[in-house]
């Protein structure tokens, strides 16, 4: 996944990894190696690691951890306690179309990374109590309506095994 952020946040924060990218921005062929570091666009890249786990185990749903805070509000110590160094990130910059990695990190998560996990669990745990207060009858509605729409959608297969 990327997030871009302003170019006072990175030189700020990573002084080392602009000046990395920019050496090799210097060096390289592109018609944009004489931009100055402010002039290129700066993101956060990262993947989530899945330790342990086959593609069967994933598919089947099981987790390496679960998280424990998923009925209150997640905070961003448990966050970034769960995640660990699950979280692989690097700082990008990009020149038109040239762009180099600064090397990847583990853990040590950047705040504007843990935010979006913080916000997504967050969310999570208010869908899931929205869904626990709803009526028997409206949980049967919202999956119908679900269900309407997609089998509007391309590509679509419902099974029905219950018959």
Partial sequence: MKLQIPYSEAKAKYPDEIFLIMQRLR?????????GEEELTWEFNWGQRLQGLSFQEVVAGKREKTFPELHSVAEEK????????????????RAGKWYSHAPAQEGNIPDEILNLYVKMYNDQIAERKRIEALS?????????????ALRRSPGFAELNLSK
Wanted: aromatic share 8%.
């Fill in 27 to 35: 060096k390289s062929s592109s018609i944009n190696k004489n931009w």
């Fill in 78 to 93: 448990n966050v970034r306690e769960f995640l660990g160094t699950s979280i692989i990130w690097n700082i990008t910059g």
């Fill in 136 to 148: 028997p009858e409206e949980k049967t509605a919202e999956v119908e309506a679900a269900l309407k």
